[in-house]
């Protein structure tokens, strides 16, 4: 009688780690499936960075183009930046760019100010300053 419970306790066990592992697989196909759908075309992956070949901040229709090129710097939220010739970010004129299609404004701290700043719009960084986003991604051009 105990091998017939312990034999059915081995065969539970084995059904639920098959039924387990398929949906396992089921969830990754339908990962894959839908990062399918979001592709863009002509998209180059160099050292695990995705590049696009466009450029340009806005498209012809006027829709904000959200593209990452060689160059530009990424900084996340909450991330201080020191500006500087030694530093990631060199003084001068850059772009700020949203790093999503959603965030066409978007807040980002230089020095002791936050202040609100749009998708494509430009700004100057002196040596010393300091470069927070408070509310998402951005990119530097």
């Known amino acids: 009688m105990a091998d017939y419970i312990i034999g ?44 696009t070949p466009e450029a340009t901040i806005v498209d012809k229709d006027g829709v904000e183009n959200v593209t990452y090129v060689k160059g530009d710097i990424i900084i996340k939220p909450r991330k201080v930046v020191k500006v500087g010739k030694g530093e990631e970010i060199k003084p001068g004129k850059w772009t ?19 202040q609100e700043y749009k998708h494509g719009q430009e700004i100057v960084l002196s040596e010393g300053d300091e470069i927070c986003p408070t509310s998402t991604t951005i990119i530097l051009r």
């Open 8 to 51: 059915g306790v081995l065969l539970l066990a084995i059904v639920v780690s098959v039924i387990a592992s398929i949906v396992r697989v089921v969830k990754k196909a339908k990962i894959r499936a839908e990062e399918k759908t979001r592709e863009v075309d002509d998209v180059i992956i160099k050292h695990g960075v995705r590049y």
């Open 96 to 114: 700020i760019l949203a790093s999503n299609d959603s965030a066409t404004v978007f807040n980002v701290r230089i020095g002791n100010f936050v």
